[in-house]
């Protein structure tokens, strides 16, 4: 027997259903499966989608439970935020995002997943589950997203795609950049020497764009400000590396500057708006420095 997500909103403009879940960029297909099950109900009775709502209206459906769940474990994990939908996570240099293999249970989801569990976080009528969203480099620290449901995670994926959320980073890079300011645009591909790396490949690679702000320079080394227009894997560490400034602590990408015990890249902000609402209205979220990322490099 199936468990469902149970979402209920209250309507406060006039509007058809079909422009409202278009509007929170809810997927076609679940569009599709709440309109052939009759799963919309206004005001506690079903409705066909060109129906029109008007302010004081609720609407109400419900989506099945058919996620795979990760294994809940201990472990540690920094809340920057949480509501009902979306937990943002200021995860550690080292821990990963999510597992590679069955027998992996030390990740941010599995972490996630157990405070979830033993915490009887619900999400939408329903037990909350672990889902991921976006990956960050497991070298990488900072503000990561997390859904709590499968709705949820849709729809964040296509606010990431949008561009709608925004997300800023931080990076001590090797040398001193003489400009203030700049934007890479060279398309990124796999390095066909090693399938883990990523190349500036300006024929057939994808589109990327990574904006840099200098921030402040100490000992040869540089603090930058980054901003992704695109999300490419490697991205930043590739883009830096190739306009000579690589990413301090890169052991993939610096093979000259000083070493460092970790990748010198920091998921700092994030600008993110509540599920089902207006999604011109951004909220803001910083992830605290942690100890291991440098304030003044000195070395």
């Given at each position: 027997m199936?468990?469902?997500?149970?979402?209920?909103?209250?309507?406060?403009?006039?509007?058809s259903i079909k422009d409202l879940l278009n509007k929170?960029?809810?997927?076609?297909?679940?569009?599709?499966?709440?309109?052939?099950?009759?799963?919309?109900?206004?005001?506690?009775?079903?409705?066909?989608?060109?129906?029109?709502?008007?302010?004081?209206?609720q609407i109400s459906f419900e989506i099945p439970d058919n996620q795979k769940m990760y294994l809940a474990k201990k472990g540690e994990i920094n809340i920057v935020f949480e509501n009902e939908d979306y937990i943002l996570i200021n995860k550690l240099a080292g821990q990963k995002m999510h597992a590679h293999s069955p027998n992996e249970d030390d990740t941010i989801l599995n972490f996630a997943q157990y405070y979830f569990d033993t915490n009887k976080i619900m999400s939408r009528n329903h037990p909350a589950i672990a889902l991921i969203?976006?990956?960050?480099?497991?070298?990488?620290?900072?503000?990561?997203?997390?859904?709590?449901?499968?709705?949820?995670?849709?729809?964040?994926?296509?606010?990431?795609?949008?561009?709608?959320?925004?997300?800023?980073?931080?990076?001590?890079?090797?040398?001193?950049?003489i400009e203030e300011k700049g934007i890479i645009k060279s398309k990124i591909g796999i390095d066909p020497k090693n399938p883990y790396k990523r190349i500036i490949d300006l024929t057939s690679g994808q589109e990327a764009v990574t904006k840099w702000y200098k921030m402040h320079t100490v000992y040869q080394n540089t603090l930058l400000r980054l901003e992704l227009e695109t999300g490419r894997t490697h991205q930043i560490r590739i883009h830096l590396k190739s306009i000579g400034h690589p990413i301090v602590g890169d052991y993939l990408y610096n093979d000259e500057g000083i070493n460092y015990s970790r990748l010198l890249l920091h998921s700092a902000t994030i600008q993110i708006p509540n599920l089902f609402s207006d999604y011109s209205l951004l909220k803001s979220f910083s992830a605290q420095i942690p100890s291991d990322f440098p304030r003044n490099l000195r070395k």
């Open positions: 199936l468990n469902y997500f149970k979402y209920n909103f209250l309507v406060h403009e006039t509007i929170w960029l809810i997927p076609r297909k679940i569009r599709g499966y709440l309109r052939i099950n009759k799963k919309i109900l206004i005001n506690g009775l079903n409705r066909a989608t060109s129906f029109l709502l008007h302010d004081g209206d969203t976006h990956r960050i480099d497991r070298e990488t620290s900072g503000i990561v997203v997390v859904a709590k449901n499968p709705l949820a995670k849709s729809i964040i994926n296509q606010l990431l795609s949008k561009k709608i959320i925004k997300r800023a980073y931080l990076a001590w890079v090797s040398g001193t950049l």
